[in-house]
């Protein structure tokens, strides 16, 4: 089964609300990432927090992990239709080869 | 994307061929891989490259096989193509194990095999 899992699978919400993202995994991890896929495009990374980290801010994104709960969350705040897309946690883990693991991803729809 | 690029970007082929897709980058990174995307499963390592001539498995190998005989390019063969394997496919890079600068993928290739 998959590593990482993210919570809801599909989220939508009106322009201007705040838009909260979940990712369970399993296993320690060195660091967790997320990463944004708009329709039919390639993925692009967005923010990186280390096992050591609790929180990190890059402009309207804000990421937790909590690794005691085996958990992350990002949260988009202001959001705008623009962010419509499908949000990808991926974990570097501890033990693993030189390789992320991949979620499922949250579709996030933006309504104007 | 910048510094990668795969080819082609479609392609539809019959059952039973080999079909060769290619993944070039120019920005001299060490790790290369090749994920799969499909509804319901998001992204599976088929397999990936920390070097030259160095390659590994990834969770959903069976079927595909890779070369990687310079730093810059980075082929997936599927060796016989089945239905089971009509999916998007993903290149990414990155200059250190952990991605910790973050992957730089590809735009996809979109194989259907009928």
């Known amino acids: 089964s998959q590593q990482g899992e993210e919570d809801p699978q599909a989220l939508s919400i009106q322009e201007g609300e705040n838009a909260t993202m979940n990712c369970s995994y399993k296993t320690s991890i060195n660091n967790l990432q997320w990463y944004r896929q708009n329709s039919g495009r390639g993925l692009v990374h967005l923010i990186l927090?280390?096992?050591?980290?609790r929180e990190k801010h890059s402009g309207r994104l804000r990421v937790t992990l909590d690794t005691s709960k085996k958990s992350s969350s990002l949260l988009i705040t202001a959001s705008r239709a623009a962010d419509t897309a499908s949000y990808f946690c991926?974990?570097?883990?501890?033990?693993?080869?030189?390789?992320?693991?991949f979620g499922q991803g949250t579709r996030l729809t933006i309504n104007p | 994307d910048a510094g990668i690029t795969q080819s082609p970007r479609h392609k539809v082929t019959e059952t039973g061929t080999p079909v060769t897709l290619r993944c070039h980058q120019t920005?001299?990174?060490?790790?290369m891989y090749w994920y799969r995307q499909d509804p319901g499963h998001g992204l599976r390592l088929i397999h990936y490259s920390y070097g030259v001539k160095d390659t590994d498995k990834g969770e959903v190998s069976d079927g595909y096989s890779v070369s990687r005989s310079k730093t810059e390019d980075f082929l997936l063969t599927l060796e016989s193509a089945t239905s089971s394997q009509t999916s998007v496919y993903f290149c990414?890079?990155?200059?250190?194990?952990?991605?910790?600068?973050?992957?730089?993928f590809g735009s996809g290739t979109r194989l259907t095999v009928v």
């Open positions: 920005e001299n990174h060490r790790y």
């Open positions: 991926a974990t570097d883990l501890l033990q693993g080869a030189q390789k992320l693991v």
């Open positions: 990414a890079i990155s200059s250190d194990r952990g991605g910790f600068y973050g992957y730089t």
């Open positions: 927090i280390r096992s050591n980290e």
